[in-house]
Nanobody, 127 residues
Framework: QVQLVESGGRLVQPGDSLRLSCAVS????????LAWFRQAPGKEREFVAA????????YAAASVRGRFTVSRDNGKNTAYLQMNSLKPEDTAVYYC????????????????????WGQGTQVTVSS
């Protein structure tokens, strides 16, 4: 059973940087696809970024491309979401997700692709 635990969310100011962590247990992280989603109050869960298993090719939503980067540390079995130039509209609960299968690239942005989810970590961007 794969378990995901996010951490690192907090209150920051616009323009700040923040790194979220997703600690993985139950499987070796390099054998899992990983994704970050976010959900703001009153809105649907939104795809942020994904990292394929194996070589770890990364993908990012257009809204965060160039500001957010997803990565993993195989030695720590942990994934990260580095967020730079944060904006108030980035305020949301951020979730880490994974799956036991091998989702195709076109399915990576969809929450229904993922079997495993963390509990979420709150990121608030406000002055």
């Amino acid at each position: 059973q794969v378990q995901l635990v996010e951490s690192g969310g907090r209150l920051v100011q616009p323009g700040d940087s923040l790194r979220l962590s997703c600690a993985v247990s139950g499987r070796t992280i390099s054998t899992l696809p990983l994704a970050w989603f976010r959900q703001a109050p009153g809105k649907e869960r939104e795809f942020v970024a994904a990292l394929k298993k194996g070589q770890g090719t990364t993908y990012a939503a257009a809204s965060v491309r160039g500001r957010f980067t997803v990565s993993r540390d195989n030695g720590k079995n942990t994934a990260y979401l580095q967020m730079n130039s944060l904006k108030p509209e980035d305020t949301a609960v951020y979730y880490c997700a994974s799956d036991s299968g091998s989702p195709i690239v076109s399915s990576l942005p969809y929450a229904s692709t993922y079997e495993y989810w963390g509990q979420g970590t709150q990121v608030t961007v406000s002055s």
